[in-house]
């Protein structure tokens, strides 16, 4: 389609230009020029509906080579049929009979034929393309009340169908995330050098905390993602309780256990309780993570490592992110999750209800924005009209009906320009 009308751009200006190169005709012995002896008042020197009885007659006995100035179009038939020629400074009317050769005019009838039918082409797949943009947009508003419809009915009777439905959207959801998320923390591991690389790739520590009771009594929580493929049994840390200043508070390193399983991809936290007892203590300062895996092995991050991977950006892997899609095959993962989703479906349980009150609008926007597409729709105006109704953004947000939405308003555009174009053109060259 851009193709087309790249073209028709390309070539309109060079039809309509009438006869830019010199071009001379030669008429025949013994015919009869008209010329013109006012100010012709037209809107340009290529088109033109004029009488020629209205001009003095003057007839070349011998026939003369003449400068052709123009074209113009006696009855408005298609094409041009007359020459516009000067000589000694004075203008005339040469019609198409009285010239000895005519390949000039005639290549430009050819010229003028030949883009009008593809003006008319372009504009018959403008139609077809805006057509099949407005059946794919009431497609989609009908998809989208049928699908309102069915979770209604769903969760209606069938409750543990539409509960399944909503926990899938929030698996994918999960699985979308995590990917965002893994990237960005990939993104940052590969920035350290290849030892780091690998303690970062095992334990990514998401957040710590220090809390101090009215007594003195402080707990600290450690929240850490296992990111091997290994299930952690014991994580022990080990740091110094330092008050605002960064002064030591204890002459000993605290220590704090966590008891797992933790498996692969999950994300933990624990609060080791009462580990101090000190009213300036502000925060901990971890020297030591040490991990010992539920196949025996072991590993301890400490120093310039532990405290690179403490730096990590907190957006990078935050606490509480853990999907399946990346763990196939791992039975321990699989029953805990299976547990978590029968958690979700007690809390979505709760709140069907409301849901198919939520549902029951959609269904009625749904509705409304098919009827508003088919009655206002049929233009690029129309649609923008529908747009600003505040009562149609829930739905126009969504990702397939936007871009939907957006083709539609496209082809209306540029049905609407190839539409001008070929009006402009056929009034140009009187090609009706």
Known sequence: ??????????????????????????????????????????????????????????????????????????????????????????????????????????????????????????????????????????????????????????????????????????????VRKYKIIRERYEEWTRTLPLDYQYAAGLVAVTGTGLTRSASGSCDYKLDFTNLSKKSIRNLVWTGKLLDKTGKELTPKALTGRFKGPCPPAWPASFVSKNIARNQEADRIDLSSIAITFTDGSKYEIDGAVLRTLLSMPKEALPAGVHTASHLEGLNQFEIDHNQLLQQKKKVFRSLLPEEEAIEKSFLGLWDA????????????????????????????????????????????????????????????????
């Open 1 to 174: 389609m851009k193709r087309i009308l790249i073209t028709l751009s390309l070539l309109l200006p060079s039809l309509l230009c009438g006869a830019q190169e010199e071009v001379y005709v030669e008429t025949r012995p013994g015919t009869e020029i008209f010329q013109i002896s006012r100010k012709l008042e037209i809107p340009s020197d290529r088109r033109l509906h004029y009488d020629y009885s209205k001009d003095r007659k003057k007839k070349d006995k011998k026939g003369g080579r003449y400068l052709v100035t123009s074209l113009a179009n006696r009855n408005r038939t298609p094409g041009y049929d007359t020459y516009i020629v000067s000589q000694k400074k004075k203008l005339f009317f040469v019609p198409m009979e009285s010239v000895r050769d005519n390949a000039f005019i005639d290549r430009k009838n050819r010229e003028i034929s030949d883009a009008a039918h593809m003006l008319s082409d372009s504009l018959e797949s403008c139609r077809n393309a805006h057509q099949a943009a407005y059946d794919n947009l009431i497609s989609l508003t009908e998809d989208g009340a049928r699908r309102c419809q069915d979770r209604i009915l769903g969760i209606r009777h069938k409750p543990d169908s539409i509960l399944n439905l909503h926990l899938r959207e929030v698996m994918d959801e999960d």
């Open 369 to 432: 924005l098919k009827i508003e597409v088919s009655r206002r729709g049929l233009s690029d105006a129309g649609m923008k009209d529908i747009l600003t109704e505040e009562r149609f953004q829930p739905l126009l947000k969504r990702s397939c009906l936007e871009e939907s939405v957006g083709n539609y308003l496209e082809t209306a555009r540029t049905l609407e320009r190839t539409d001008e174009t070929l009006a402009r053109f056929r009034k140009e060259n009187f090609y009706e």
